[in-house]
C-alpha cells in the first residue's frame, strides 16, 4: 500500500481523457459534491491495467474511475495509450484509425494487440497530426503494469472479436462467441501470452459481460488456465439485482442504466481481489447522480454473491457446469477436414493469387507424405465454375479467395448437385496493400476491419456457406499475416508481399501449410527446422508454414497449443503394405512417427486397425517419445499378414495419449493395400508371433531412439506387438490356385456386378468392390483373377469334365453342364453362360469348363 496525500481531489478522478467512447457517463468535477472525509492511506492491494477495447460494453474510462474511489488510490488503475499524443478517441466499432484508400478501423483487442509500430497508413483529420503508435511500449505496460505494486498486477480483458457487440445480426450472426469463437479466444491468449510470468492468479482478469459469451469466456479460462485467468461475472451479478435496477441495466440506454453497469463490474473487480463485499461510504453516492445509497448497497451484494457463487468451485468447468453454459469445442469458420489420401486432388476458381497459393501447396505437400494433382482453374470471370471434380472423384479442395468484389461472384452458393464436386471448399481472405506492403503493415491494420478484414469475412463470406452445408472452410490471411511478421525477426529487405497485391514466396508457403492443415485434419506440412540463421530464406520458409500450422490448429480446435505431431508415409503414391514375411527393420518402413517439437511429458503412439484388424502385422504398434527424444523419426512397419485377399484397403490409425493436453487424443490415419499372399503350403519357418508386451522400435533402430517400454499414461490397454520375426523368408512353394470371390460384388446405379460380370466385360476390373460381411474393399482384378486374366501370382485352376460342373439354374436341353456351351449358337450367348455360377454357388463356368477358355485344359 502507498500513502496518500492528506487530501483527495473533488469528484471525478483524474484520467487523461484522450482515450474514451465520447462522453463519459459521470458528470464534470464542478458538478459533484466535495468529499468531506478523505482517507489518508490507499488500500488497493494491486495494479489494474485496462486494454481499451471497442465492443458495445461499458469503457475502461468508465471503471477505472470508480476502482480509485473504492480503493481510495489514484494511481491503483490505468488505462493503455491513455496517456499517448493525438491517440485517437475509442468507441463502439471503432478503434485506432489507418488510411489508405479509405479509413479502417481496429476493431477488436486482437486488432490492437498487433497493430504495428509507426505512423504508417495513421489515419487523422487535419490540423491534428497522426497518431504514433509505440507497440513495444504497449506491450511493456501491460506486462509491467503500475509502478509501485510489485507484481500484483493485474490485466483487465472485455473478450471481443470484432463483431461481439456490434449491430447484433447483421452478419447473420449476434453472437460471435458461440458463431466464430476462435477469434475471441485468439485475442485474449495474445494479451495472456504477452504478460504471462510468475504472478500466479489473476494475472488476466476475463470481464464476462454479457450472458451470450458465457460459453466462450469460461472456455478459455479453462483452455488457457496455465495463464492463470479469471473470470469476472458481471453478467452473472447483473442477474441476480432487483428487479428496477436489473431491468433498466440489460435493456435500457440511460445514464441510469450505465451507471448500473459500471458500479456492478467494479464491485465485481474489487470482491474478486479483497474477497469481501465493497461497502460505500458515501464516496460513490456523490459520484454517480442516478443511484441511490440503497441502490449501490443492492448492486455491491450482488456483485458479491457472483463472485462468492464463483469461487465455491474448483475448476471453471464445474462452474460452468453448475450454471448450464455450452462450452465451444471447435471453431465456427475454421474446421478439421477429412482429406487423408496420399495424393491431393485440388482446383481453383481465380486470379494469380489462387495460382500463388495453389503452387505453393505443390510446393510442400511432400513434407506431410503427399503429392500433388492440380486438376485446373476456371475463369475468374464466369458466373460459376467450370468443375473439374466430378460427383464420382470429386477433388479435395476447391480454392476461391473471400472478398466483397471477385474473381467470380463473392458470394457463390454452390448448388446440391454441385456440392458433391468437391469436399472443402477452401477460402481465405484477400491481401492487399497500396502504400506499405513491404511491411504489411496494412494489411496488419485492417485485420478485423469491415468489407477487408478477416473476421468480416469468417462472419459474413464463409458461415453462410457452412450453414448451407457447402463446406466452406476459412484461413485468414491478415490473422496468419500478422502473426507472422510480429513473430518472425525479418531482416532488412524482406518482404511480407512482393508487390502491393501479391505475397512473398515465404508467407504463401505459410498459408499453404495452414490450409493443408485445416483440410487434412490436422496433419503437419512444416518439416526440419533449418540450422541456417534466421536470415535466410529457407528459415523464412520453415518459420511462415510452423507459423500456418500453429494457427490453423488453433483456429480449428481452440486449444492452446498444437500437438507438432509428424506421421509420414515412406511413399507419397505407392500405398502398397510391404510383402509378407518382410522383417521389422528391413529396408524402408511403411511410415515414420516423431514430434516436431518438445512435448511437456511422454507420449505414447499406439499404432493400430480399426477394421479388418488382421489384415496386416503392424511393428512396433506402440512408440513412446519424450521431452529429450521426440525428433528423430521411428520407423513403422505395416506388413501384409496373407490373411486378407490381396488388395484390400487397410486404415492404419495413429492415435496418441499423453499427460500433456496438446499431445492427448490426436489422430491420424493412413491407408495401406495388402499385398502378396503367402504360399498354401506352410513355410519352413514361421510368420511373425505375438508377444504380450509392446515394443518400443524396430528392432534395426539406432542405439540413440527411445527404448523405454510405455510408461504408465491414460490410455486403452496396448495391443499386442510381434517380435521377432522369421530368420529367413518362407522357402519356394508351388502357387495356390487361383480361385475368384463368388461373394465379390461392385454396385453402380444400384446394379450389382459379380466376378461373372468382370469376365464379360474387363472394364470392371478397376472397379473397386465389396467382399463378405466386413465389407472389404477390393478392385476386381485382385478379387476376380481369373475373370481379369490376372493370374500371375497364383496358378489357373483346372478344367473339369462336361458333365462335373453344373449350373446354379439348370435349363433342361440349353444348359445343363459344360458340355451345352458348345451347342450355343452364338458367342454372346456362350459369354452369358460362361458368366454363371455353379450349384455350388462358389465356382463359376469359366473356372470349371475349358469351353471358356479361362481355365487349364489338361
Request: with cysteine; net charge neutral.
Amino acid at each position: 500500500c502507498k500513502v496518500l496525500p492528506p487530501v483527495i481531489p473533488t469528484g471525478t478522478p483524474t484520467l487523461n481523457p484522450s482515450i474514451s467512447h465520447g462522453p463519459s457517463i459521470y458528470p464534470s468535477i464542478s458538478d459533484s459534491p466535495t468529499i468531506s472525509t478523505p482517507p489518508t492511506k490507499s488500500q488497493a492491494p494491486r495494479g489494474y491495467v485496462f486494454v481499451p477495447h471497442t465492443n458495445w460494453a461499458l469503457p475502461a474510462s468508465d471503471i477505472a474511475p470508480l476502482l480509485k474511489i473504492m480503493y481510495r488510490d489514484q494511481d491503483c488503475a490505468d488505462i493503455l495509450l491513455s496517456n499517448e499524443p493525438n491517440i485517437p478517441n475509442f468507441y463502439p466499432g471503432c478503434g485506432l484509425k489507418s488510411d489508405q484508400s479509405r479509413p479502417t478501423c481496429q476493431r477488436s483487442n486482437a486488432g490492437l494487440f498487433y497493430w504495428p509500430s509507426g505512423e504508417r497508413n495513421a489515419y487523422y483529420d487535419p490540423p491534428f497530426p497522426p497518431y504514433n503508435h509505440n507497440r513495444t511500449k504497449m506491450i511493456a505496460h501491460a506486462r509491467d503494469g503500475i509502478n509501485g505494486y510489485g507484481e500484483a498486477q493485474s490485466l483487465v480483458l472485455h473478450p471481443e472479436s470484432s463483431y461481439a457487440f456490434l449491430n447484433p445480426g447483421e452478419y447473420g450472426s449476434s453472437n460471435p462467441g458461440v458463431d466464430v469463437p476462435e477469434y475471441v479466444y485468439e485475442g485474449v491468449r495474445l494479451w495472456s501470452e504477452a504478460v504471462e510470468g510468475d504472478v500466479g492468479s489473476g494475472r488476466v482478469l476475463l470481464i464476462l459481460s454479457k450472458i451470450e459469451d458465457a460459453g466462450a469466456v469460461f472456455g478459455i479460462a479453462s483452455t488457457f488456465r496455465s495463464m492463470g485467468l479469471s473470470i469476472i461475472p458481471v453478467a452473472f451479478a447483473v442477474d441476480l439485482l432487483p428487479e428496477a435496477l436489473k431491468v433498466p441495466a440489460l435493456y435500457e440506454t440511460s445514464t441510469e442504466a450505465k451507471e448500473i453497469l459500471a458500479a456492478i463490474e467494479a464491485g465485481c473487480l474489487y470482491s474478486h481481489e479483497m474477497d469481501q463485499q465493497f461497502v460505500d461510504e458515501g464516496f460513490l453516492h456523490n459520484y454517480f447522480t442516478t443511484l441511490s445509497q440503497i441502490d449501490i448497497s443492492d448492486i455491491m451484494a450482488a456483485a458479491h454473491q457472483a463472485v462468492q457463487d464463483g469461487k465455491q468451485f474448483s475448476d471453471v468447468l464445474s462452474w460452468a457446469s453448475s450454471v448450464n453454459i455450452a462450452i465451444p469445442q471447435a471453431g465456427g469458420a475454421s474446421w478439421f477436414g477429412s482429406v487423408k489420401t496420399r495424393n491431393l486432388r485440388y482446383e481453383t476458381w481465380g486470379t494469380s493469387t489462387e495460382r500463388d497459393v495453389k503452387n505453393a501447396y505443390g510446393q510442400i505437400l511432400y513434407l506431410g507424405g503427399m503429392s500433388a494433382s492440380f486438376l485446373g482453374n476456371s475463369n475468374k470471370g464466369d458466373s460459376k465454375p467450370s468443375w473439374k471434380g466430378t460427383i464420382e472423384i470429386p477433388s479435395d479442395i476447391m480454392l476461391k479467395r473471400s472478398m466483397a468484389s471477385g474473381p467470380g461472384p463473392s458470394d457463390y452458393f454452390p448448388d446440391k448437385e454441385e456440392v458433391k464436386r468437391y469436399r472443402v471448399w477452401m477460402k481465405f481472405d484477400y491481401q492487399i496493400d497500396k502504400k506499405s506492403a513491404a511491411y504489411g503493415d496494412w494489411n496488419v491494420q485492417c485485420l478485423d476491419a469491415s468489407y477487408y478484414g478477416a473476421t468480416y469475412n469468417a462472419v459474413k463470406k464463409v458461415l453462410p456457406m457452412i450453414r448451407n452445408g457447402q463446406k466452406a472452410n476459412y484461413f485468414p490471411t491478415r490473422w496468419f499475416m500478422a502473426q507472422e511478421v510480429t513473430e518472425s525477426p525479418y531482416p532488412p529487405g524482406a518482404k511480407v508481399m512482393r508487390d502491393d497485391s501479391h505475397m512473398s514466396g515465404s508467407y504463401l508457403k505459410g498459408m499453404a501449410s495452414g490450409m493443408l492443415t485445416l483440410a487434412t485434419g490436422g496433419r503437419s506440412f512444416i518439416g526440419d527446422k533449418p540450422n541456417d540463421n534466421v536470415g535466410s530464406s529457407s528459415w523464412h520458409d520453415w518459420h511462415a508454414r510452423r507459423t500456418g500450422y500453429i494457427l490453423a490448429w488453433r483456429l480449428a480446435t481452440l486449444r492452446l497449443r498444437p500437438p507438432f505431431l509428424e506421421v509420414k508415409p515412406t511413399s507419397s503414391k505407392n500405398s502398397d503394405a510391404l510383402p509378407y514375411g518382410t522383417e521389422p527393420g528391413t529396408g524402408l518402413g511403411s511410415a515414420t512417427v516423431r514430434l516436431l517439437e518438445a512435448p511437456e511429458s511422454e507420449v505414447m503412439i499406439s499404432i493400430e486397425v480399426d477394421d479388418d484388424a488382421d489384415g496386416v502385422v503392424i511393428m512396433p504398434n506402440n512408440i513412446v517419445l519424450t521431452p529429450s527424444d521426440y525428433i528423430t523419426p521411428i520407423s513403422v512397419y505395416v506388413v501384409t499378414s496373407g490373411k486378407v485377399v490381396e488388395g484390400t484397403e487397410i486404415n492404419v490409425f495413429f492415435r496418441s495419449s499423453s499427460n500433456d493436453e496438446a499431445v492427448d487424443g490426436i489422430e491420424d490415419m493412413w491407408m495401406f493395400k495388402t499385398g502378396d499372399q503367402p504360399p498354401t503350403s506352410s513355410p519352413t519357418t514361421s510368420s511373425p508371433t505375438l508377444s504380450p508386451s509392446p515394443t518400443r522400435t524396430p528392432t534395426a533402430s539406432p542405439t540413440d531412439s527411445p527404448t523405454t517400454s510405455p510408461t504408465k499414461l491414460p490410455t486403452a490397454s496396448p495391443t499386442k506387438s510381434p517380435t521377432a520375426s522369421p530368420t529367413t523368408s518362407p522357402t519356394a512353394s508351388p502357387l495356390p490356385t487361383c480361385n475368384d470371390h463368388h461373394n465379390w460384388k461392385y454396385t453402380e446405379n444400384k446394379k450389382k456386378f459379380n466376378c461373372g460380370a468382370v469376365y464379360k466385360d474387363n472394364d470392371l476390373c478397376e472397379k473397386k468392390g465389396k467382399i463378405g460381411k466386413k465389407k472389404q474393399k477390393v478392385k476386381g482384378k485382385f478379387a476376380c483373377r481369373i475373370a481379369c486374366g490376372n493370374g500371375k501370382k497364383c496358378a489357373i485352376p483346372t478344367c473339369v469334365g462336361d458333365s462335373e460342373w453344373i449350373p446354379k439354374k439348370v435349363k433342361e436341353g440349353v444348359f445343363e453342364n459344360c458340355a451345352s456351351i458348345d451347342a450355343m449358337n452364338t458367342n454372346k450367348k456362350k459369354k452369358r453362360a460362361c458368366a454363371s455360377i455353379g450349384s455350388d454357388k462358389k465356382t463359376f463356368a469359366y473356372e470349371a469348363c475349358k469351353q471358356c477358355q479361362a481355365c487349364a485344359d489338361t
